[in-house]
């Protein structure tokens, strides 16, 4: 089967700076890297059709070597139309070498009346590797102003440590009379993820970063759980894409600030 969207990105250390390279075909592309600063090297992820439809399949593949530093996010929301005979697929792996760092900031994933999506995201990585990823999910607009108009969403996220499954995430949202209601998304329609590996990222720090999260957003809906191996996940129910990712912001300057002693990240996108 021929992708509608492929895409292959290798970032390598050298003489102390993070060198890329890659290509790509069909309906994805990159940009060329920006140097947001001294130490951020920065990619954006480019859809060229105006969004996802009917049996549309996009793989890519992020290989970062040893002490490479990338963050990679999107030029702008990915939008699943209908898809009336087969599901979008997006399939992502995800190699991190030893030392290395990888921020993924994808923008918002907007599911339109009759969507269907699958998200299969596997990322392998060395113990003492970094990763950052987080995600939004949000209803399309409709006519009739009704939300969940989408069909389901199927998001799986595996996370792999030397080979071994450390986290696996799997969120389904498929609307029904339940979905709002207790042990669901209790009477929200917005769904934000904040996955991060770290070797400091302690339950100590997961209750830190907690505590921090409600200073600043304190009628915010938000669950955290911290696994072994420095593993922290973070679920935040809400009514606004705004909203979440204001707070998933918060969550990234902070992690950014205390785990890699380095200011907030500015994509500049607008």
């Keep these: 089967m021929r992708e509608t969207g492929l895409l292959s990105l290798e970032a390598k250390k050298r003489h102390a700076r993070t060198k890329i390279h890659g290509y790509y075909e069909g309906a994805f592309k990159f940009t060329r890297p920006v140097r947001l600063d001294d130490d951020c090297l920065s990619v954006y992820l480019i859809h060229v059709g105006g969004g996802y439809v009917d049996g549309d399949t996009y793989g890519s593949t992020i290989t970062l070597g040893e002490g490479a530093e990338l963050a990679v996010t999107s030029q702008a929301s990915t939008k699943v139309y209908k898809t009336p005979s087969k599901p979008v697929e997006q399939h992502t792996k995800i190699h991190l070498g030893a030392d290395s760092v ?24 060395e113990p003492d590797a970094v990763f950052f990823y987080s995600d939004i999910i949000t209803p399309g607009w409709s006519k009739d102003g009704v939300n969940f108009r989408y069909d389901w969403v199927r998001n799986k996220l595996k996370v792999y440590q030397n080979g071994k499954l450390v986290l696996f995430d799997h969120l389904l949202l498929e609307p029904d009379d339940e979905l709002e209601g207790v042990l669901q998304l209790e009477g929200h329609t917005h769904v934000g993820s904040f996955v991060l590996f770290h070797p400091e990222a302690s339950r100590e720090f997961a209750e830190w970063l907690y505590e921090n999260v409600f200073e600043s957003f304190p009628d915010v809906r938000l669950g955290i759980s911290d696994m072994e191996g ?26 950014r600030r205390e785990l890699l002693d380095k200011g907030e990240i500015s994509w500049r996108k607008y």
Aim: proline share 2%; charged share 20%.
């Design 102 to 125: 990888l921020e993924y900031f994808l923008d918002p994933l907007i599911l339109y009346e009759g969507a269907r999506f699958i998200q299969n995201t596997t990322i392998e990585m």
């Design 230 to 255: 420095g593993g922290i996940v973070i679920r935040i129910l809400g009514d606004r894409t705004q909203t979440i990712e204001r707070i998933l912001s918060h969550i990234h300057t902070f992690a």
